[in-house]
């Protein structure tokens, strides 16, 4: 089950998808909004129809990229990884856990998207009408705020898929080829599903829910993937032990290490022939039915981290700076440069791509930085 | 090195023999056991325990009649050790049988035990230390009964001893330590380095034309079983484990480890060619065969010391004689009303300390504080109770001349060699392999006059059935003749007529002298208790069984978790659930005032 289905690879294509849909619902409501077919119908039609265009030539591109990465990974990888396995394995579980953690945060905020992307429409449109006061500013410009209803949801689209290839890539370096394709259909038709919803008015407050219960499930999988990857850690140490592969003996005594073992129950083992239904218990709550000292610390530890790190983020949201530290006048340092870049759509897409990437507790940065 | 074979048998000596055996000899052996230096493959100088600063160990041999005395010295300095006439059944001297902890205690470094017994049975034996996996060190050598009334003493005009063996360049003491470890936890037995015949390799034994000789051969090796094969020369198997056999004709015998076979072989008539002999260790037993591990030993008969001794052919495959169609030449009956009968379930397993354990019926054999021969003799009444024996001997009570019946089931996928102290036993029921367990509901044609042997091979998933009469009073174990799984606990008791031995048997001196130098206890139960025999209260244990599921530990481990993860989850819903800031909103607003046109 496992293998034809991956869980973080469905969570990250949802999100990247969810966050591309709600943009392009936000620009066709807006288009909606503001010309209408009944005002003008052509120029409506021109727009709308870029619109669309924009979202299927950054879709091509991130296919053709993404297929390349991804052919080009499992061409090359595969038989270097064989004899190191669990310590690959692990490491990979370790970066996935990473990628997962500080992309977590951000999928919290995406229901604020919708109102960000009418600001920066308004602010790409505006700029459009005052075009003739600012001639000198380059053709390049005039051509992109010509297109914006083309390059917005084109560099969307471009954006949020690569960025989806490389968190896939980076998740799923230790699946085997199969575990993605359903997993990434069903990521697609979720996200794109949800974002339609929106699209026709959804409310804000069950989206709100269905964002945190998303996000929660990543994070459950993150604190497996954590606790999984100092597992193969271990495993591996005690395959050099035992000097073989202690999968081949089995769930029973000899496939661990019985000092450092918390439980072990000789049945439902996730890893021999895919695992069954525990193969999906341990890839969404990192079962093992072979527990560690180590996989059990680990786990919590990573709970301690996400509790300590939200609630950071939580206090500071709340009170504008971290605890047992003063409002530092280091906000307003940050406020008054940032207010010194360049206001253009590229410029600040670039901004709001590297903030988002960082996570969510920058999230509160990125919405002072844009000037008053 | 060639043999010489006129020191065994020579007409004046047999004439001498004859006489002995008329008068009764007293055979007299003074073995000063210690460590020597060997390099018997050429490979690897190892200390190995000899006698008499000596390796390759004196073989005994003896007439049927004789009394055989051998006062045994330890001078190793470093380890116990005792002596095991292995297949003499010691009927009336079972205190001289040999295995420690069960007969007597070990031999302490510096001390001197003396085993005096007389022999009434003829053939091909040999005796080896019964002390904590030792022998493969080097102490085993070979037992040979000379019988003057012998059925075969016609058939041959040479007698020629060969013994087998694996060999390893390890001392056993380290490699059991590895072996029994949580970090060997599917109980993989070191794979030995080489194989010897005649504790060498390269052994040539002349032949004349036209004699015909008996090869006694003996697996003497702590492991592996060996296929054995005559280029050009057939085998007439006439005795095994010292039980003469109604003539067969084989081109290859299979000898398990303490299998002894003696096969007539008719020297050819030509001395144009010399002839190469071959050991095979059956590597079906290894659990990894290392690309370097040769498993053969060759010899040659040679006819013509100046013609080349050829190497063997290679063979397609090993088809051995199948031992369970020999019939006995005495042909002793088929005992078929069983008087007692009991079921031996044979299972490797893990222990909680990881490591990997032998069990018969769940139990694996741990050596009781006293030797259960004096805990016979000490428990009065209750020595006829199985209880007094302790909880991990798997000790049965065998009342005297009962025909008994021991059904083994091999629940393990290797091959095991069975071993009966003090009896031959009749084989009765031998499965193919993956047979499953006996059904003593529906059991099979049983041969009339069955094969009877004391060391018997059990097949991978198969089972054994074996008879025999208890007449012969004393604790026998029965065990797999497999060094490593003697060491792991694959071991019965049999308790045989307890009570008859406290009314015949008294302990020398100098065996309960050897307890007191152990500090071993030599009265009670398995505990060592002497008031109450039924409190085993201290005996010694095993280490505990494995934790099955989840223990305390486990289970608080997974409610932490959880609550953590419950935590977790809950402060990511709280910060996803928080409205915007004030700040946030505030800047919202006034960037959706300043951006939104007209």
Do not use: H, I, R
């Given at each position: 089950m496992v293998n034809v289905f991956a869980v973080p690879v469905f969570f990250i294509c949802f999100r990247e998808c969810l966050e591309t849909s709600i943009i392009v619902s936000v620009l066709l409501s807006f288009l909606k909004q503001t010309l209408g077919p009944e005002r003008d119908p052509v120029v409506y039609k021109k727009l709308v129809k870029q619109v669309w265009l924009g979202v299927a030539a950054g879709l091509f591109i991130v296919i053709v990229i993404g297929a390349g990465m991804i052919g080009a990974f499992y061409g090359i990888g595969k038989d270097t990884f064989a004899n190191t396995e669990y310590i690959w394995e692990g490491v990979f579980g370790l970066v996935a856990t990473i990628i997962i953690s500080l992309m977590g945060a951000a999928l919290l905020r995406v229901s604020k998207l919708q109102d960000k992307w009418r600001v920066k429409l308004a602010k790409a449109l505006e700029a459009k009408d005052s075009k003739s006061v600012v001639p000198a500013n380059g053709r390049f410009k005039r051509w992109a705020e010509k297109y914006a209803m083309f390059l917005l949801p084109f560099v969307t689209v471009l954006r949020e898929g690569l960025e989806a290839v490389i968190f896939i890539g980076g998740v799923g370096l230790g699946l085997p080829a199969t575990a993605f394709p359903i997993a990434v259909i069903c990521g697609l038709l979720a996200g794109g599903a949800v974002g339609f919803v929106i699209y026709k008015g959804g409310n804000r407050t069950s989206l709100q829910i269905f964002l945190i219960v998303s996000t929660c499930f990543l994070y459950l999988v993150a604190a497996g993937l954590f606790s999984k990857a100092i597992w193969f850690f271990e495993q591996n140490k005690w395959n050099h032990i035992i000097g073989?592969?202690?999968?081949?003996?089995?769930?029973?005594?000899?496939?661990?290490?019985i000092r450092d073992s918390v439980w072990h129950v000789n049945c439902c083992n996730p890893e021999i022939n895919g695992g069954g239904g525990w193969g999906i218990f341990n890839s969404l709550f990192g079962w093992q039915n072979s527990a560690t000292y180590g996989s059990v610390l680990s786990y919590n530890l990573y709970w301690i981290c996400v509790i300590i790190g939200f609630g950071l983020m939580g206090y500071k949201e709340k009170n504008g700076h971290y605890p047992f530290r003063k409002a530092s006048t280091k906000v307003e340092d940050e406020r008054r440069n940032s207010s010194s870049q360049g206001s253009g759509v590229l410029s600040e897409q670039i901004a709001d791509k590297r903030a988002e990437a960082v996570g969510a507790g920058t999230n509160v940065r990125e919405v002072r930085e844009s000037p008053a | 090195m060639a043999l010489s074979l006129s020191s065994f048998i020579n007409p004046i000596a047999a004439l001498l023999l004859f006489i002995l055996h008329v008068n009764a000899a007293t055979v007299t052996y003074d073995f000063d056991i210690g460590w020597v230096y060997a390099n018997p493959d050429g490979m690897a100088n190892r200390p190995v325990i000899g006698i008499n600063g000596k390796w390759p160990i004196p073989i005994i041999a003896a007439d049927i009649g004789d009394r055989i005395i051998v006062n045994a010295k330890n001078s190793l300095g470093n380890e116990s050790t005792s002596l095991h006439f292995h297949g003499l059944y010691q009927n009336g001297t079972n205190h001289m049988d040999g295995p420690v902890g069960v007969t007597q205690c070990g031999i302490a470094p510096g001390s001197s035990f003396t085993y005096n017994f007389t022999i009434d049975q003829p053939g091909t034996y040999w005796y080896h230390s019964h002390s904590r996996g030792q022998y493969p060190d080097g102490l085993r050598g070979a037992v040979i009964i000379h019988d003057p009334d012998s059925p075969l003493k016609n058939m041959y005009d040479e007698e020629i001893i060969v013994t087998f063996s694996d060999w390893y360049h390890d001392l056993m003491n380290g490699l059991l330590e590895g072996f029994i470890k949580y970090s060997n936890p599917t109980g993989a037995e070191p794979v030995p380095k080489s194989a010897l015949v005649n504790e060498t390799q390269n052994l040539t034994i002349s032949m004349e034309p036209g004699k015909t000789y008996l090869f006694r051969m003996i697996?003497?090796?702590?492991?592996a079983a060996q296929y054995v094969w005559f280029e050009g020369h057939t085998m007439q198997i006439v005795e095994v484990d010292g039980i003469y056999t109604e003539p067969e004709d084989a081109d290859m015998i299979y000898i398990t480890a303490a299998q002894r076979y003696a096969v007539l072989i008719t020297a050819k008539n030509e001395t144009d060619t010399n002839y190469a002999f071959m050991g095979s260790m059956d590597e079906d037993l290894f659990d990894t065969v290392p690309?370097?591990?040769?498993p053969n030993v060759t010899g040659w008969l040679v006819y013509d010391d100046k013609k080349d001794l050829p190497a063997a052919a290679p063979i397609d495959s090993f088809d051995p004689f199948d031992d369970f169609a020999l019939i006995p030449q005495d042909k002793e009956?088929?005992?078929?009303?069983?008087d007692y009968s009991f079921t031996l379930d044979l299972k490797m397993d893990n222990l909680g300390d990881g490591a990997n354990y032998a069990f018969f019926n769940d139990i694996t054999y741990v050596s009781p504080k006293v030797p259960t021969l004096y805990s016979v003799l000490t428990t009065g009444d209750n020595a006829t109770n199985p209880l007094v024996y302790g909880d991990h001997t798997n000790s049965f009570v065998l009342g005297h001349n009962q025909v008994v019946e021991i059904v083994l089931n091999n629940n393990d996928p290797g091959k095991h060699p069975f071993h009966l102290h003090g009896h031959a036993f009749q084989v009765v029921v031998r499965s193919d392999d993956e047979a499953g367990n006996y059904d003593p509901t529906a059991p099979p044609d049983m041969p009339k006059t069955p094969m009877r042997r004391d060391t018997i091979l059990v097949r991978p998933d198969g089972h054994i059935v074996l008879r025999f009469r208890a007449d012969n009073p004393g604790v026998w174990l029965f065990h797999c003749h497999i060094e490593w799984h003697v060491s792991s606990g694959l071991i019965a008791t049999m308790v045989e007529a307890p009570l008859i031995l406290q009314d015949t048997l008294t302990l020398p001196a100098d065996h309960l002298a050897a307890c007191k130098a152990a500090d071993m206890p030599t009265a009670g139960n398995a505990a060592g208790n002497t008031i109450n025999v039924l409190d085993l209260k201290g005996q010694p244990l095993p280490p505990p069984r494995l934790p099955s599921g989840f223990t305390a530990r486990g289970i608080v481990a997974l409610v932490f978790s959880v609550i953590a993860a419950f935590l977790g989850l809950a402060t990511i819903s709280w910060y996803g659930a928080a409205p915007l800031s004030k700040e946030e909103e505030a800047k919202l607003k006034r960037d959706i005032q300043a951006g939104e046109p007209q």
């Open positions: 073989g592969d202690a999968a081949e003996t089995g769930s029973g005594p000899g496939s661990y290490d | 697996n003497v090796g702590a492991f690309a370097t591990l040769n009956k088929l005992f078929d009303k069983v």
